[in-house]
């Protein structure tokens, strides 16, 4: 089906593990974006992906790890886990001058 | 730099009453506005858009009017439901920023029957 999809929905993992987060789009939109959710800060972004191979850091990019090799997915590698990484997190694409499609969200808990 | 304001929440509204939340924004250049709704353990869904002053947009009773002079683009809806029951969140798009969003920290109703 068409959409965005983010894998895993849910996981729990340990402090200093290395975790990835999925990203896929099959729209081949140019844009895609990570972000994460936190109860007191909103949204915020960690970072962004203008093309494949064009990435650049948002906000809160310390601790994470992105790359784009294809168009269609954007995944999201968090090095080190530590527990100040406990969060809901969003992927996002768009085309220029459109609004952002979400995917569901991956929950992450780091024990 | 570019910004969004929201109200803060929660707002508590009974069923059919009137609803606003207020948005304003801080931009650079000529920016797109947006409204998104984000229900209980979803991602956030593109409620509204407009891409220019003066515009409105419209989608399932909300509505949103871009207005450039007062820099704002309140939210309202003119009889609540149960099921509208969520956070909102309103941005703003840099199009000459990568695409870059700017989300306001997120409004979040609560609709009693």
């Known amino acids: 089906d068409a959409g965005i999809t983010q894998s895993p929905r849910y996981k729990i993992t340990e402090t200093g593990r290395q975790v990835t987060l999925m990203c896929h789009q099959t729209?081949?939109?140019?844009?895609m974006f990570w972000y994460r959710q936190d109860l007191g800060h909103g949204l915020r972004l960690i970072y962004y992906?203008?093309?494949?191979?064009?990435?650049d850091k948002g906000e809160v990019p310390d601790g994470y790890v992105v790359s784009r090799s294809k168009t269609e997915n954007f995944p999201l590698t968090l090095e080190s886990a530590t527990r100040s990484q406990t969060s809901v997190y969003f992927c996002?694409?768009?085309?220029?001058?459109?609004?952002?499609?979400f995917g569901s969200g991956t929950r992450l808990t780091v024990v | 730099g570019d910004s969004v304001t929201q109200m803060e929440g929660p707002v508590t509204l009974s069923e059919e009453a009137f609803l606003t939340i207020n948005c304003t924004y801080t931009?650079?250049?000529?920016?797109?506005l947006f409204w998104y709704v984000q229900y209980p353990g979803e991602g956030l869904q593109l409620l509204l858009k407009?891409?220019?002053?003066?515009d409105k947009g419209s989608n399932k009773g909300f509505e949103a009017t871009y207005r450039k002079e007062t820099t704002s683009f309140h939210l309202e809806k003119g009889s609540v439901q149960v099921s509208d029951s969520a956070v909102y969140f309103c941005?703003?798009?840099?199009?000459?920023?990568?695409?870059?969003?700017?989300f306001g920290s997120g409004t979040k109703l609560n609709v009693k029957p």
């Open positions: 729209w081949s939109h140019s844009y």
């Open positions: 941005a703003l798009s840099d199009r000459g920023n990568f695409n870059k969003f700017y």
């Open positions: 992906s203008a093309a494949a191979d064009i990435t």
């Open positions: 931009a650079t250049g000529y920016p797109s």
């Open positions: 407009a891409t220019k002053a003066d």
């Open positions: 996002a694409s768009s085309e220029q001058g459109n609004g952002y499609t």
